[in-house]
């Protein structure tokens, strides 16, 4: 149940990022990435900026080690 419980609570969270993230305009700005194509914003909490962790392909990211898979 504990499992079941976090892995629910993990895909709403990834719901909301990619909801705040896909949507552009003002919802955008209040998300994680920003404006410049395949860049990440400096947002606490939000995935970190090191170089090479966002595909620049349209929905992907990276399975660089330490990057979001």
Not at 23 to 34: M, V
Not at 45 to 53: Q, R, T
Request: aromatic share 2%.
């Amino acid at each position: 149940m504990k499992q079941l419980i976090q892995q629910i609570a993990q895909d709403h969270l990834w719901n909301q990022w990619v909801a705040a993230n896909s949507a552009g305009g003002p919802t955008l700005d209040a998300g994680c990435i920003s404006k410049k194509a395949g860049c990440i914003s400096k947002k606490a909490g939000c995935i970190s900026k090191k170089a090479g962790c966002i595909s620049k392909k349209a929905g992907c990211i990276s399975k660089k080690a330490g990057c979001i898979s």
